[in-house]
T-cell receptor
Framework: KNQVEQSPQSLIILEGKNCTLQ??????????LRWYKQDTGRGPVSLTI?????NTKSNGRYTATLDADTKQSSLHITASQLSDSASYIC???????????FGKGTSLLVTP | GAVVSQHPSWVICKSGTSVKIECRSL??????MFWYRQFPKQSLMLMAT?????????EQGVEKDKFLINHASLTLSTLTVTSAHPEDSSFYIC???????????FGQGTRLTVV
């Protein structure tokens, strides 16, 4: 069964600090892995998308890594801002990328 | 580019009534649109996949007669929740893709509350 597990479930950090979110998956055959940011009451917004051959991808203060051998990914947020408070969802696609497998998300709260 | 718009953003309706939610791809043609449901602190759950001009494909456990999906054009799909009940209250999100092999972009979601 294709599964995507995220940790931690929730996280509270001080503004300006860095943090790393984890995603482990068992989806096979692997097509791509995406990280989304979802603000409360809003739809998910894509942060990064990585294919099998990509190890790291950055989008501003967000840096995602992928280890396809261990089936692990991380999302690192640098110099956090209050606006980073949101749910971060890891989504792994199988086959051609048509079928999406969603993690439950990590709820991040950045405090002043 | 790749903007997907949902309408309404939120809606409150009485039990027994029907509610229609629209999903539009504003700057591209979407042959495939997806409808998701999300409960608080849960991940998105795929309800159905609609392809322009054909019947929607529903996930197991989703009642097709209750959640009517229409994808009549390349820029518009609608989800109608018929005879709504309080347990249908949820956050409904659509996503749209140019075709089944390209990335899908999400709408902003619709908060449905049935009273």
């Amino acid at each position: 069964k294709n599964q995507v597990e995220q940790s931690p479930q929730s996280l509270i950090i001080l503004e300006g600090k860095n943090c790393t979110l984890q995603c482990n998956y068992t989806v096979s055959p692997f097509s791509n892995l995406r990280w989304y940011k979802q603000d409360t009451g809003r739809g998910p917004v894509s942060l990064t998308i990585m294919t099998f051959s990509e190890n790291t991808k950055s989008n501003g203060r967000y840096t995602a890594t992928l280890d396809a051998d261990t089936k692990q990914s991380s999302l690192h947020i640098t110099a956090s801002q209050l606006s980073d408070s949101a749910s971060y969802i890891c989504v792994v696609s199988a086959n051609s990328g048509y079928a999406l497998n969603f993690g439950k998300g990590t709820s991040l709260l950045v405090t002043p | 580019g790749a903007v997907v718009s949902q309408h309404p953003s939120w809606v409150i309706c009485k039990s027994g009534t029907s509610v229609k939610i629209e999903c539009r791809s504003l700057d591209f043609q979407a042959t495939t649109m997806f409808w998701y449901r999300q409960f608080p602190k849960q991940s998105l759950m795929l309800m159905a996949t609609s392809n322009e001009g054909s019947k929607a494909t529903y996930e197991q456990g989703v009642e097709k007669d209750k959640f009517l999906i229409n994808h009549a054009s390349l820029t518009l799909s609608t989800l109608t929740v018929t005879s709504a009940h309080p347990e249908d209250s949820s956050f409904y999100i659509c996503s749209a893709a140019r075709d089944k092999n390209t990335e899908a972009f999400f709408g902003q979601g619709t908060r449905l509350t049935v009273v």
